[in-house]
């Protein structure tokens, strides 16, 4: 039977909050150099295949799917002195930064096996930190939420990390002679310099609640049962890995379609507009969440997302004003689309912890992640994939045929997938009175089980 020592939560003040948050700055200004710039440089000015970048970017991943749940059963288990969630931060800022350095700035003439294995690196890079630091954001405090502002000021560093990653490029793409792989090296310095800056700050000033006693040994097949049969947190995955999907096959091939459907020329300056009204609304969406329930407002930003994905097929050349305006609308959800999963995840743990007195937030983040990055995957593989079969051009392209399977690509196909993410997110039933109910479950158990003392 295990048995836990209290939360042992301590005052969580705004400055520490903000301490926690800041290791997402780093980390925002990697996704979408990944997602907008990667393909262009290693296939336009390295002369890679379309189709063996979209694979490599699938193969790739599935080293996550040994790391994952390693990591995460690991942060959960291990208890080195120094805590058991902030020790991976040294790990994963070591890692990180070998990677961003190999695949932002490769040498000329590097092959498939190359791109393959710095994606990788970086992709575990992101597992090593990300992984327990979600575990370490659902301790930080029981309160529902509370989750959701420690998660909105995560994710509005991100959104700064994004819009550092869109003002960078604009500012490197107005220089004389300037390519990708310009941009790719100046987001890379910023990246390693940031990276363990942040890092020590929430080393040093955040706290981490004392872990469980458990006697238990971890078993895979009974903690894969366990979550199977947590409903909240299925759903939750679900819905996250179909969105995922839709989204980030629209984002891999944003670059193709504002250059050969709209006619944009710079769209660094648009991702600037998008992450600056995504930053800007990020308090609207913590405020709903909070009036309506975290469920009820993914469901509507979801919503307006498929929306502003339909109307991306009717968007003419030259359309420069239309494209931006939904573009920005489009933006105005992103945080929530980000934010809200993750403080239903930091929820739906709870409910493992009211049964066993266990607190499995590294495995629980594992779970989510791996399905998480299995939507990255084929959300950046399948569209070049796609278009790789259709013969279309990544260095320009004017035929009918080839811009009809971009155009769909880029909404038809993310619009369905984030509607049908949507439906899930209202059939989600982990409310607060849910919450508060197990909570007070929780603490009851740990009440009597510190009156008992600990069991042999």
């Not at 296939?43 to 694979?55: A, D, E, K, Y």
């Not at 902030?86 to 990677?99: Q, Y």
């Not at 049964?355 to 950046?380: C, H, N, P």
């Not at 049908?420 to 009851?444: C, F, K, P, V």
């Amino acid at each position: 039977m295990a048995s836990a020592a209290s939360t042992d939560e301590q005052p969580l003040g705004f400055w520490r909050i903000v301490a926690f948050g800041s290791v997402q700055l780093p980390l925002g200004m990697i996704g979408l150099p990944i997602a907008i710039y990667l393909a262009p440089l290693y296939s336009g000015q390295l002369q890679l295949s379309l189709q063996l970048i979209g694979l490599s970017l699938i193969l790739a991943r599935l080293s996550d799917f040994v790391t994952d749940p390693i990591v995460g059963v690991l942060s959960d288990r291990w208890r080195p002195r120094i805590g058991r969630r902030r020790v991976w931060l040294i790990f994963g800022a070591l890692t990180m930064m070998a990677g961003v350095r190999m695949l932002f700035v490769p040498g000329p003439g590097v092959g498939i096996v190359y791109f393959a294995l710095a994606v990788a690196l970086v992709y575990l890079g992101y597992t090593l930190i990300l992984l327990p630091y979600h575990a370490w954001s659902a301790e930080l405090s029981s309160d529902y939420h509370i989750r959701t502002r420690i998660s909105s000021v995560s994710q509005a560093f991100s959104i700064m990390g994004l819009i550092g990653s869109t003002l960078i490029p604009a500012y490197v793409l107005t220089l004389e002679g300037a390519t990708s792989a310009d941009v790719m090296a100046a987001l890379s310095y910023f990246i390693i310099v940031l990276l363990p800056i942040c890092a020590a700050l929430a080393f040093f000033l955040v706290p981490e609640p004392a872990a469980p006693i458990t006697k238990a040994p971890f078993k895979f097949i009974g903690a894969l049962r366990m979550l199977v049969a947590n409903r909240a947190f299925l759903n939750v995955t679900l819905l996250v890995l179909i969105a995922t999907i839709g989204e980030v096959f629209r984002q891999t091939i944003t670059v193709f379609f504002a250059r050969d459907i709209v006619g944009v020329s710079n769209i660094g300056i648009i991702y600037f507009c998008y992450f600056v009204a995504a930053l800007a609304v990020m308090p609207g969406w913590v405020w709903l969440a909070k009036r309506i329930e975290k469920h009820r407002a993914l469901t509507l930003a979801l919503v307006i997302v498929a929306t502003t994905n339909a109307l991306m097929f009717f968007v003419p050349k030259g359309g420069i004003v239309i494209f931006t305006t939904l573009f920005v609308i489009k933006g105005m959800c992103y945080g929530a689309v980000l934010m809200l999963p993750h403080a239903m995840v930091a929820d739906t743990a709870d409910i493992d912890t009211a049964e066993t007195l266990d607190r499995q937030q590294g495995l629980f983040f594992a779970a989510i992640a791996m399905v998480q990055k299995m939507g990255y995957a084929l959300g950046s593989g399948l569209p070049l994939l796609i278009l790789g079969a259709v013969g279309y051009v990544s260095a320009g392209e004017d035929r009918a045929e080839p811009l009809l399977a971009l155009s769909i690509s880029y909404s038809v196909i993310p619009c369905v997938l984030v509607l049908i993410a949507a439906g899930m997110a209202w059939r989600y039933n982990l409310t607060a009175d849910r919450h508060s109910a197990i909570r007070a479950q929780i603490d009851e158990r740990l009440a009597l089980a510190a009156s008992e003392g600990p069991r042999g």
